[in-house]
């Protein structure tokens, strides 16, 4: 038969393109499954470098805090409300109360039981298992935590940002709702034994001063020539329009951090060289899979000043919730104005700029912004929010990269309660 030969063969600018979209998808995939062996290879390495004997196997201890196996902590003040005692066994990741608390008021909980791991060398008691290099790749609520800890949430689990309970704990609920606990373990880590857990509930000290968040039609200083000077849409380097404005943040730059934090929102680091540099420090920490690298975007002739995400660490290469923050140069009735853009990944696609890949974001972006809302307020911090539509609202358009989105075109407005550092 007529072969060609390989010599002859031409290769178009298609399968150029093509090959190098594979190129992409590989190093993305090498990027999201070697990073994570990477970082406990150099810090395997730091610590053997350190004296540790070949046979023993360095750990990180869960974070202590001041609820941690202290049996001398005092019962709160106030008057007891209600008391119950509950149990939650290996099996089961969330147990509900049935109790329904209200803002102030102080949960007092003592915890006792074992859990056992198949693959554990010792039980766990509600303080949780040291850490070790095994959570570097396992998806826990509490990222903080260790394996077993048991833990808390109060109100919408899929919003509410879970807390450690452990052996002992006095916690002021930030806000209303129903009293979850549980335990630190991935969906399909099952464990052997029973927690029993001593709960009371006492009412508000007399110097607590609720912060209940109010819907508002309008807050001041929030109007349409405030918004006539913001950008409806943030840019790449090179100018391309990318996501809509959704948010914006009224309060000082310590209650806006306070407040994602509080909420279980991640500072992302900037680029990534300094993701890199973190992911060491906090190797052990699930923390490190969220601040993956977010590219810089600009707004008001800058990038931005802060990145958040919220995410399953596991899932972050390919999805997570994110977020840019951009100080405003207008401030409302003094006070400093934060100007955010949310979005949520869901996977990836082809950057139509450079048939490179990339994230893909979710279409209604709306959803993302009403998930910032949502976790925003579950904090308590939040004094007045409200929804303004700015003329011409942006209700569907294309992204830097040739995606499409839609809104209806409202952005949310967030009035924080002043800062207060804790004692």
């Known amino acids: 038969m007529n072969a060609q030969p390989l010599r002859c063969r031409r290769v178009s600018s298609y399968s150029v393109d093509a090959r190098k979209s594979v190129a992409d998808g590989l190093l993305m995939t090498f990027f999201r499954d070697a990073s994570r062996f990477l970082m406990v290879l150099v810090v395997a390495s730091a610590m053997y470098g350190r004296g540790v004997r070949a046979q023993e196997t360095p750990v990180l201890r869960a974070p202590q805090s001041t609820n941690a196996s202290d049996a001398s902590l005092k019962t709160p003040a106030g008057k007891m409300r209600f008391s119950e005692e509950v149990q939650i066994t290996g099996d089961q990741l969330w147990v509900d109360t049935a109790i329904d608390v209200r803002a102030g008021e102080h949960i007092f909980t003592t915890a006792t039981g074992k859990l056992r791991y198949a693959d554990a060398k010792a039980d766990s008691d509600p303080d949780g298992l040291a850490r070790g290099f095994k959570d570097l790749i396992r998806s826990l609520p509490l990222n903080q935590a260790g394996r077993g800890a048991l833990i808390g949430h109060i109100g919408d689990a899929q919003i509410a940002a879970p807390f450690l309970l452990g052996v002992h704990r006095d916690l002021v609920a930030a806000i209303d709702g129903r009293l979850f606990i549980g335990i630190n373990q991935a969906a399909n880590d099952v464990g052997e034994g029973t927690y029993k857990i001593g709960i009371e509930i006492y009412e508000p000290d007399a110097s607590f001063a609720r912060v209940a968040a109010r819907e508002v039609k309008y807050i001041r200083g929030v109007d349409s020539t405030l918004f006539s000077k913001i950008p409806r849409r943030i840019v790449d380097k090179d100018g391309h329009p990318g996501d809509m404005v959704n948010f914006v943040i009224i309060g000082s730059e310590e209650a806006m951090k306070n407040i994602f934090t509080t909420a279980g929102w991640v500072a992302v680091d900037a680029d990534v060289r300094g993701t890199f540099l973190h992911g060491l420090i906090e190797s052990l920490s699930k923390e490190s899979y969220l601040t993956m690298p977010m590219s810089q ?57 450079n048939n490179r890949v990339t994230h893909k974001i979710d279409p209604d972006i709306d959803l993302e912004r009403d998930f910032v809302e949502k976790t925003l307020l579950s904090t308590g911090l939040v004094a007045e929010f409200s929804h303004f539509a700015p003329q011409n609202p942006l209700k569907e358009a294309h992204t830097a990269t040739g995606g499409t989105f839609h809104s209806n075109g409202e952005i949310v407005i967030l009035k924080l309660a002043p800062f207060v550092q804790e004692k």
């Open 297 to 353: 975007l600009y707004l008001f002739g800058r990038p931005q000043d802060y990145g958040w995400a919220h995410a399953e660490p596991i899932k972050v290469v390919s999805t997570r919730n994110h977020l840019r923050v951009w100080r405003a140069p207008s401030q409302v009735e003094g006070e400093t104005l934060w100007v955010g853009a949310a979005t949520h990944d869901i996977g990836f696609e082809r950057d139509e700029r």
